[in-house]
Structures are given as structure tokens and as C-alpha cells.
């Protein structure tokens, strides 16, 4: 078994954090700000979406969907800097170590500065041959090469901007962040229809975006400043930044293998496919992300959690709290993207036409794909707090290649519905593979999601959403009123899957757990 750094001093026992309502405080409390935040911004984007494909077409959101693929797969290649910080900041703010990060942060500035830049400018420079392959309009192709340049210094300040918000997430400040967030996201769908209205296009929704990365660098930079010393503002010494270039370039590979896996498919439709293929694809993507989005805005909560034990105390804390968290995590969450996948077939036809459809079939498979990862996603936490971001490049690199040699093959012999195929099958097996690696570096006694996964609730939850989503389908009017009517089954379905599942006593019991980690979380925020 692979040696694992020690997570700092052992525990004393005024200092041990109990496996119950305080240790589940902080990750309740930042999922239902994660969540609130992230309701907020697909009741947004539910308007922005039609009125975007209706102004602009579905060639050119094509061409958009396909920029913004771009941007979010270059956005994953920052040395690994990004997820460092995730890690390195919530051990700090663990041990209280105020002087590491503020050097910690100074140092990440600099090399995002230096890795980022360098970046921006090479796209910036071959834009026009990046964007060349698309099927579209020599109009259109001229459009998307301006629009990735114009992305880029936006990429580079969002970086830089990310490493502040990061201390932010090492102190649990979900309330702050998903309001800021919020407010930044309201300012991009408010001027994207302002912009996009008065004939700018494509450029508009630059400047949209324009305005809400402002925001969020006032706000993150504001709130960041307490946790900073400016005395021990200064660059790592050689010997400090060692272990953190390490980990910065294992956990980079698994960044790319992620970003392969949920970005590059896009890419592949274009390649494969006239660029409208795009759109459908997009819009099937996003939904599926933002629906399988919702549970897991627990799983940053979960990882600075663990990241602070394992800073605070060692290892084996770290395991004790990993066993009591997935158990919980996995019958919680079980039957949600599997009813999703039901919802969304008949939503998405409700809300943005027959025409459309084709993406709801496309968030459907997706949303089967990614199930098993969501129920792995606390061993994959688990495994960064403990240093072994190894792990993740591993089980992901093994999803890729199974995404590879499936995508292309299917794609051509059925369509464009073989993409998001090979893309599930290959999540399906990295799940599979990354029980096996983490038991070998972490602990063999490591426990795996699959006995915790009540099968018989999951499937009753499934053939009710089913059943009353063919009665749904004929009353929902069209539009986004349809989408949400459309969620109401899904609603019945999860209900049913609670109460079979956790028993109405159970229910009560942990809701009002939730209510007063809920509560506790805004005093923390009140007084942090």
C-alpha cells in the first residue's frame, strides 16, 4: 500500500470531531448553498436558452456551444493549479495556518499567471485553425475563431480569480459565495439579453460575460482579504513548493482525463457532424450536468471536510469519517440521476420543442453514465485529501480510453447518439476501476458504494416517475412552465424513493438534523 503523507498532529480528545451532527454541519450546510445557487441559476438560464437559440439560430449557438467547449476544456489545463489550491487551502484553514496561505496563494497567482498566460496566447494565436474543422459556413467559422480570442483574457482573469475563491471554499463560505455567484449570474442573463437584443451576437454574449466576471472578482476579492496576511504575502521557497508542483502535476492529468471525458464529446460532434449536431448535444450536456450538479454540490463540502481532518488530525480520522459520509452519501442520492433520466426525456420536449428533442435523448443517457461516478464521488474526495491525486488521473485515463475506442465507432455506424453511449460506458467503467486502484493505495478494507445501493427503491422510484410522466406529457404546455411540469414526477418519484427507502421516521428524524445544520451554518457564516 502506497505511503500516505500524515495529515498533521495526532487528536486530542477536546479536538475530536464527532461523526455525527457536526461533522455532517458543514456539508449540509454547503450543499444547500451550493443547491440554492445553482437553482437559481438554471431558473435563469431556463429563459436565457430559447431566447438565445431563437436570436441567434441553431447554427450559430452551435458555433457558440462549440467555442464555450473550448474554453471549458482549456479551463481544466492549468498545471493542476486549480485543484491544488483546493486541497492545500482547506489543510491550511484545518490547522489554522494563516502564513501558508498567504503564501500559498501568492505563489499560485504566480504560476497561474505564468501557465494560463502562456495559454491564452497560443490559442489566441492558432484560434482560426482550433476552430477550422467545424461543419459550418465559412461566415461562421471566421465568427467562432474571433469569439475563442475574445474568451481568452476572460479565461486568464477567471484563473486568477479562482485561487482567491478557493481560500474562500477551504473556510466553508458557501452562503457567500453561491450569493455572489448568484448575483453574477443574474448580471450575465440580464445583459446577454440586452446585448444579444441589440444585434451584437456572438460578441454580446462576450461582453455578458464580461460583466459577470467582474462581479465575481470584486466579490471574491473583498471576501478573501481576511483570511490573508499581507506580512507573509511572498513566494514559496523551493523545499515548500516541491510536494505542491508534485500534486499539482499528478492531479493534472486527472483534470485532462476529466475534462477529455465531459468536454471533448462536443468537440467530437463537430468533427463528425454539421454544427447544429452541436446544439443538441450542448443543451444535453448541460442539462445533465446540472442536474447530476445537484447532489454533487455536497461533494466540495465533503472534500474540504476531509481535507480538514486529514490537516487537522491523520489518516485514519480521515477513514472514519469517509465510512459514515459515503454510507449516507449513497442511499441519499441513489435514485436521483436515474429518475433525472426519465424526467428529461418528456421535458425537454415540453420546453424547447419537438425540433429539439433530440437533446433530451442526449441528458438521458448521459445522466445514466454519470450515476455510478456520483456514487463513487466521495472516494474520489477521499483520495485528494489524502494526498493521492494519482488516483483520480488513473480511473479517469482508463474512462478515457473506454470513451475513445467506443465514441467514434458508434458515431459512425447509429449517429450521433453514439457519443453520449461511449461516453457513459466509459464512466461506467472507470467507476468500476477505481474501487479496485483505491483499495490498493488507500486501505483494502475500504468500503465500496455497491452494497449501500438500495436497488429495489430505486427502481419503484424509477417506474413511478415513468408512470406519471406519460400523464404529465399530455397536460404540460410548452415553454419553460412545461420543463417544471414536467418535474413534478420526478418530485413523486423521489418522494417515493425517501419514504421506502429511509422510513417516515427516519425522514423526520434527519430533517430535522438538516434544520438545525442548517441553522448552525448561518451562525458560522454570520460570525466567519
Known amino acids: 500500500m502506497t505511503t500516505v503523507d500524515p495529515g498533521g498532529r495526532?487528536?486530542?480528545?477536546?479536538?475530536?470531531?464527532?461523526?455525527?451532527?457536526?461533522?455532517?454541519?458543514?456539508?449540509?450546510?454547503?450543499?444547500?448553498?451550493?443547491?440554492?445557487?445553482?437553482?437559481?441559476a438554471v431558473l435563469l438560464n431556463l429563459a436565457l436558452t430559447p431566447f438565445l437559440l431563437a436570436r441567434l439560430g441553431v447554427d450559430r449557438y452551435g458555433v457558440f456551444a462549440l467555442v464555450a467547449t473550448l474554453r471549458g476544456l482549456l479551463s481544466n489545463i492549468d498545471g493542476g493549479l486549480g485543484p491544488t489550491g483546493n486541497r492545500y487551502f482547506a489543510v491550511h484553514a484545518g490547522s489554522g495556518d494563516r502564513r501558508s496561505t498567504s503564501s500559498l496563494l501568492v505563489t499560485l497567482l504566480a504560476l497561474s499567471l505564468l501557465v494560463v498566460g502562456a495559454l491564452c496566447g497560443i490559442v489566441a494565436l492558432v484560434a482560426p485553425q482550433l476552430t477550422s474543422y467545424a461543419h459550418t459556413s465559412p461566415e461562421l467559422h471566421r465568427e467562432a475563431?474571433?469569439?475563442?480570442?475574445?474568451?481568452?483574457?476572460?479565461?486568464?482573469?477567471?484563473?486568477?480569480?479562482?485561487?482567491?475563491?478557493?481560500?474562500?471554499?477551504?473556510?466553508?463560505?458557501?452562503?457567500?459565495?453561491?450569493?455572489?455567484?448568484?448575483i453574477a449570474q443574474a448580471v450575465y442573463?440580464?445583459?446577454?439579453?440586452?446585448?444579444?437584443?441589440?444585434?451584437l451576437s456572438l460578441t454580446g454574449l462576450v461582453m455578458a460575460s464580461a460583466c459577470d466576471e467582474l462581479v465575481m472578482?470584486?466579490?471574491?476579492?473583498?471576501?478573501?482579504?481576511?483570511?490573508?496576511?499581507?506580512?507573509?504575502?511572498?513566494?514559496m521557497s523551493r523545499s515548500e513548493l516541491r510536494p505542491i508542483i508534485r500534486y499539482a502535476v499528478r492531479v493534472q492529468i486527472a483534470e485532462v482525463g476529466s475534462a477529455f471525458n465531459f468536454?471533448?464529446?462536443g468537440l467530437l460532434v463537430a468533427l463528425i457532424f454539421p454544427v447544429r449536431y452541436v446544439t443538441f448535444y450542448s443543451i444535453g450536456s448541460n442539462i445533465s450536468s446540472q442536474l447530476s450538479g445537484i447532489p454533487s454540490n455536497a461533494l466540495n463540502p465533503i472534500g474540504?471536510?476531509?481535507?480538514?481532518?486529514?490537516?487537522?488530525?491523520?489518516?485514519?480520522?480521515?477513514?472514519?469519517?469517509?465510512?459514515?459520509?459515503?454510507?449516507?452519501?449513497?442511499?441519499t442520492i441513489a435514485a436521483f440521476p436515474l429518475v433525472g433520466a426519465v424526467a428529461v426525456l418528456v421535458g425537454v420536449d415540453r420546453w424547447l420543442g419537438p425540433q429539439n428533442r433530440l437533446a433530451g435523448v442526449v441528458a438521458a443517457i448521459l445522466l445514466v453514465g454519470q450515476s455510478p461516478l456520483l456514487m463513487s464521488g466521495v472516494m474520489d474526495v477521499l483520495g485528494k485529501a489524502a494526498n493521492l491525486p494519482?488516483?483520480?488521473?488513473?480511473?479517469?485515463?482508463?474512462?478515457?480510453?473506454?470513451?475513445?475506442?467506443?465514441?467514434?465507432p458508434l458515431a459512425l455506424l447509429i449517429g450521433m447518439l453514439g457519443v453520449p453511449i461511449g461516453t457513459a460506458l466509459g464512466q461506467i467503467t472507470s467507476s468500476i476501476y477505481f474501487l479496485r486502484i483505491a483499495r490498493r493505495q488507500i486501505d483494502p478494507d475500504l468500503p465500496s458504494f455497491v452494497p449501500d445501493f438500495p436497488v429495489v427503491p430505486v427502481l419503484l422510484a424509477i417506474g413511478v416517475t415513468a408512470l406519471f410522466?406519460?400523464?404529465?406529457?399530455?397536460?404540460?404546455?410548452?415553454?419553460?412552465?412545461?420543463?417544471?411540469?414536467?418535474?413534478?414526477?420526478?418530485?413523486?418519484?423521489?418522494?417515493?424513493?425517501?419514504?421506502?427507502?429511509?422510513?417516515?421516521?427516519?425522514?423526520?428524524?434527519?430533517?430535522?438534523?438538516?434544520a438545525l445544520a442548517v441553522r448552525g451554518l448561518r451562525r458560522e457564516n454570520s460570525t466567519g
Open 10 to 40: 495526532e487528536p486530542e480528545e477536546t479536538d475530536v470531531v464527532a461523526s455525527g451532527t457536526p461533522m455532517f454541519g458543514n456539508i449540509v450546510s454547503g450543499l444547500s448553498w451550493n443547491t440554492g445557487g445553482q437553482f437559481a
Open 145 to 182: 475563431a474571433r469569439l475563442l480570442r475574445e474568451f481568452m483574457p476572460l479565461l486568464l482573469v477567471g484563473t486568477l480569480r479562482a485561487v482567491f475563491q478557493r481560500i474562500l471554499i477551504g473556510h466553508h463560505r458557501w452562503a457567500y459565495l453561491n450569493a455572489s455567484g448568484t
Open 189 to 199: 442573463v440580464a445583459a446577454s439579453f440586452a446585448f444579444v437584443a441589440d444585434g
Open 217 to 235: 472578482v470584486v466579490s471574491v476579492l473583498y471576501a478573501a482579504r481576511k483570511y490573508v496576511d499581507l506580512r507573509d504575502c511572498r513566494l
Open 263 to 265: 468536454e471533448i464529446d
Open 304 to 331: 474540504v471536510t476531509l481535507s480538514r481532518t486529514f490537516g487537522r488530525f491523520n489518516l485514519s480520522k480521515t477513514l472514519e469519517e469517509f465510512a459514515v459520509i459515503q454510507r449516507v452519501w449513497v442511499r
Open 390 to 408: 494519482g488516483l483520480e488521473s488513473r480511473y479517469l485515463g482508463v474512462g478515457m480510453i473506454v470513451n475513445v475506442a467506443f465514441t467514434i
Open 469 to 514: 410522466e406519460v400523464g404529465a406529457f399530455e397536460i404540460a404546455p410548452r415553454g419553460a412552465l412545461g420543463l417544471m411540469t414536467c418535474a413534478v414526477p420526478a418530485c413523486i418519484g423521489l418522494g417515493t424513493y425517501a419514504l421506502t427507502t429511509l422510513g417516515r421516521e427516519r425522514s423526520v428524524r434527519g430533517a430535522r438534523e438538516l
